[in-house]
C-alpha cells in the first residue's frame, strides 16, 4: 500500500471534479490518500471524501476581469502565481517532513515537484495533472503561445509524469488541440506524458443509476456554473432574466461549496448553491436542455453521460480555452 498526496487547483470546481474518479481508483486499490489544497476546491474533495485527511496549501485567490477581455486581469495575477507557487512548494516541503508520502498528484498546481530526496534519500513519485499542454491566448496574443507552451513544459518537466485526462488519438479527443500540441513544443517531455482518457466523477454513477431514479426529475434546464468571479454571477443572472418569465422549469446550480445548501424558489426557478453528484446526475440526465461554462472537466461530464448534443456550452469572456473547447466540442468528428 502506498500513501498519496491529491492536489487539485483551486480555480473552479473542474481541477477538484477530475480528481474525484483518481482518488476513488486509489482506494480502491487500497492506498491511503491524504487530500491537499485550498478554498472550495478542496472543500469538494471533503464532502466527497469525508473520513479522508487533508492538508491545507498555499491559498489562490484570483478573479476575472468584468469585460470580454481576461488580458490584463491574467498579467496582473502573474507575480501572484509566482509566489504561489514558491509558498505551495514551501507547503510541500513541510508536508514530507512529517509524512512518508509515496506519490503526489498535482492538478495544475505548478510547486509540487521534489527538488531533492527527503529522509532517507526517500523520493516520491510526482505526477502532473493537465489537458493543456498547448496554451491558447487571445487575438493579438498569439504570437506568445509558443513560449508560453513551452514555459509551462519547463513547469511539468519537474515531474516524474505527466497525466492527460484525454484520448491519445487527437481525431477523438475531448480537447483538441490543447492537450495534442506540435511535438516541438513538448521537446524532451514528451518521454513523461501518458493519455488516461477522460475523467469524470460520474463514471461510476451513471453505470449505477436506474430508469426509476432519473423519473424523479422533471427539469426542462439544467444550469450547473462554476469558475471564477464576477464571470460565475454574471452568467447566473443572465440565465435567470432569460427564464424567469416562462412556463419552463429550470435548475440553476451555482456552484458555491461554502454556501448553506438551501433551495430558493422563485416561481419556475430552482437554485441551489450545490448538490450531491447522484441528485445533479439525475437532473442533468432528466432535463431537455443543459447550461454550463465550457470548461473541460464539464465536457469530460457531459462525455460520460452522454449528454453532449443537448447541451448549450457558453465560454467565458476572454478565455481562449473554452472559446476552442465550445467549437472544438460542436464540431468534433464532423
Known amino acids: 500500500m502506498s500513501k498519496y498526496l491529491v492536489a487539485p487547483l483551486n ?27 485550498d478554498g472550495e476546491s478542496l472543500t469538494l474533495l471533503r464532502r466527497h471524501f469525508p473520513k479522508l485527511r487533508y492538508t491545507y496549501l498555499a491559498p489562490l485567490n484570483l478573479q ?4 470580454k477581455s481576461q488580458v490584463w486581469a491574467m498579467l496582473k495575477a ?13 507547503m510541500l516541503q513541510a508536508i514530507l517532513r512529517e509524512e512518508h508520502i509515496d506519490g503526489i498528484i498535482s492538478d495544475n498546481r505548478f510547486g509540487l515537484y521534489i527538488n531533492q530526496p527527503t529522509t532517507n534519500d526517500h523520493r516520491p513519485t510526482t505526477i502532473y495533472l493537465t489537458h493543456q499542454l498547448s ?21 511539468y518537466a519537474r515531474y516524474n509524469k505527466v497525466w492527460v485526462p484525454d484520448y491519445e488519438e487527437k481525431a477523438i479527443s475531448l480537447a483538441g488541440e490543447l492537450s495534442h500540441p506540435q ?29 426509476d431514479e432519473l423519473r424523479t ?32 422549469k429550470v435548475l440553476i446550480v451555482q456552484g458555491l461549496m461554502h454556501r448553506p445548501s438551501t433551495r ?24 431537455k436542455h443543459i447550461i454550463a461554462r465550457s470548461g473541460y ?37 464532423s
Open 297 to 333: 472537466s464539464t465536457i469530460m461530464d457531459l462525455e460520460a453521460l452522454g449528454m453532449i448534443k443537448k447541451a448549450e456550452l457558453i465560454p467565458t469572456p476572454g478565455q481562449p480555452e473554452q472559446e476552442y473547447l465550445a467549437f472544438w466540442t460542436q464540431n468534433r468528428g
Open 11 to 37: 480555480w473552479g470546481l473542474g481541477h477538484a471534479s477530475r480528481c474525484v474518479p483518481l482518488v476513488r481508483r486509489l482506494l480502491e486499490e487500497g492506498h491511503e490518500v491524504i487530500l491537499g489544497g
Open 135 to 155: 496554451i491558447m491566448l487571445p487575438k493579438g496574443w498569439r504570437w506568445f503561445e509558443p513560449l508560453v507552451a513551452r514555459l509551462h513544459a519547463r513547469i
Open 183 to 211: 511535438l516541438s513544443i513538448l521537446n524532451s517531455q514528451f518521454s513523461i506524458l501518458n493519455y488516461i482518457g477522460p475523467l469524470s466523477r460520474f463514471s461510476i454513477l451513471d453505470r449505477q443509476t436506474t430508469n
Open 78 to 90: 502573474l507575480p501572484k502565481l509566482v509566489v504561489w507557487s514558491m509558498k505551495d512548494h514551501l
Open 64 to 67: 476575472y476581469s468584468a469585460g
Open 217 to 248: 426529475t422533471n427539469y426542462d434546464v439544467v444550469a450547473v456554473l462554476s469558475g471564477l468571479e464576477p464571470q460565475r454571477t454574471a452568467l447566473e443572472k443572465e440565465i435567470i432574466a432569460r427564464y424567469q418569465d416562462t412556463q419552463e
Open 264 to 287: 430558493i424558489k422563485r416561481a419556475n426557478l430552482t437554485i441551489v448553491p450545490t448538490m450531491g453528484d447522484a441528485e445533479l446526475m439525475a437532473a442533468m440526465k432528466g432535463a
